[in-house]
């Protein structure tokens, strides 16, 4: 199969006057199969900060395996100090692993658009700022990368809608970095509940760190090693801050995490992990609650403006009731023979022999993965759907995102899962999505 290229800057050109959503204009390297030199896999890691390097670094070690023989050849960051130490860790990392072999070669980007454009590279990886996840892996789709994406799946669920289209229209390969799928506990209390364990499922309880501190809002010269017009993308205009966008000199946690306009605060940031899990408890991973009411706090807390402590309360069509709260992270599923509590790294029950208990021939088994990078990669090459593909991640999130919406209305919404729109209630359906800045549409 010959390939059909495309300039760079025709690329670039071609997908800001469509708002980075025009079809793919060549074939990935990664149809090529056997053709390809070495059958390897390039990658390449976009947003390399506090997100990006954890997933950078998974990236590095298990594309090694010679099941997934991946590569990352390509980092990408809008901080030039970030995506030089990106560069550099790569480096360093295959200078040790790779010895006496030929290393990849690593080039940096300010510009996400610039690597999508390059035919050599097959997936990429995405941890950038909440606000930026709808625009950059949409334009991946269209260029015909396979995505691993950071949760939460976008900011709006009208970019999540565009997303789940993207992906599928290009047919690439989308894992959602929800990888409590891959930990094998929360699979195991997953397949306890469905298959009855506890009796009928009544009720479940997801619950989430809160947000704390105060932002300092005063007004500064954005550094130059940051594109800070470039970083607030699809959102409005507004003066820096390093607590608007991340500390200069280290990887710890940033500011936009609690600004509403990049983040919805724990209610994504965690619900994102959490509501996951219920839903594959429950099963209804193409699906969701039909109601929710939720109330939140939001003090004044200088620059930050997400919530704090909030609760909520939604129910499925099947009566099934879904309690969220701030609390220890982790899910509580209760039916009418007891409960199960699952947090990372254990579990508890109201009966503990339960938690012994296995899944036998005829009963519901769930996608077994025990590493949530290798299950993309290796699904890279076999063409099949990681276990968080692109429709659970919008699903889930949605669930965050409509709970959000509850604690700013301050009142109760009904939900239709199949339209994905609120019942009799035009405000709130105004509130799915936002007018992304130009050029950046998602």
């Not at 980075?20 to 896999?41: E, Q």
């Not at 200088?302 to 909520?312: I, P, Q, R, S, Y």
């Not at 290798?374 to 090459?381: A, G, K």
Request: glycine residues 10%; charged residues 25%; hydrophobic residues 35%.
């Amino acid at each position: 199969m010959a390939k059909k290229q495309i300039t760079r800057r025709a690329l670039l050109k071609s997908t800001a006057a469509a708002g980075l959503a025009a079809a793919p204009y060549f074939v990935p390297a990664r149809v090529l199969g056997a053709d390809r030199p070495s059958n390897r896999l390039h990658i390449g890691c976009i947003g390399t900060g506090r997100m990006g390097h954890g997933d950078m670094r998974a990236c590095l070690q298990q594309g090694l395996r010679p099941a997934a023989n991946a590569r990352v050849v390509a980092v990408c960051d809008l901080d030039s100090r970030r995506a030089a130490h990106a560069r550099d860790e790569v480096t360093k990392f295959y200078s040790q692993q790779l010895a006496g072999l030929p290393a990849p070669v690593v080039d940096v980007y300010e510009d996400f658009r610039e690597l999508l454009a390059r035919d050599d590279i097959d997936g990429v990886t995405i941890s950038t700022p909440d606000h930026w996840h709808g625009v950059a892996a949409i334009a991946a789709a269209n260029a015909g990368k396979d995505i691993h994406l950071q949760k939460p799946l976008t900011y709006t669920i009208g970019e999540g809608q565009r997303l789940v289209e993207a992906v599928r229209r290009n047919n690439c390969v989308f894992q959602t970095g929800s990888q409590q799928r891959s930990e094998t506990n929360f699979r195991h209390v997953c397949e306890l509940v469905r298959n009855g364990r506890l009796g009928k499922l009544h009720t479940i309880l997801v619950m989430m760190p809160t947000d704390s501190g105060t932002g300092d809002p005063t007004p500064a010269e954005p550094p130059s090693n940051l594109n800070y017009e470039m970083w607030l993308g699809p959102r409005q205009a507004a003066p820096y801050a390093i607590d608007r966008v991340h500390p200069l000199d280290d990887f710890s946690r940033p500011g936009w995490l609690q600004i509403e306009g990049y983040c919805r605060g724990m209610i994504t940031g965690w619900g994102s992990h959490m509501f996951d899990i219920a839903q594959w408890g429950h099963g209804s991973d193409d699906s969701g609650p039909v109601a929710m009411r939720a109330s939140g706090e939001f003090p004044d807390r200088g620059l930050f403006d997400v919530h704090t402590n909030f609760e909520a309360e939604g129910e499925y069509a099947d009566g099934v009731k879904l309690l969220s709260r701030s609390g220890q992270a982790g899910v509580r599923f209760e039916g009418d023979d007891g409960w199960i509590f699952v947090e990372r790294g254990r579990m508890t029950a109201e009966h503990p022999e339960v938690l012994n208990e296995t899944v036998g021939d005829g009963e519901t088994k769930l996608y077994v993965s025990d590493n949530h990078m290798l299950n993309f990669l290796t699904c890279m090459r076999s063409r099949k759907d990681p276990i968080c593909p692109v429709e659970v991640g919008h699903r889930s999130n949605s669930i965050c995102v409509i709970t959000h919406m509850a604690m700013k209305l301050g009142r109760a919404l009904q939900w239709d899962p199949q339209r994905q729109r609120f019942l009799d209630d035009d405000e709130a359906n105004s509130m799915l999505d936002y007018e992304h800045r130009a050029p950046w549409t998602a």
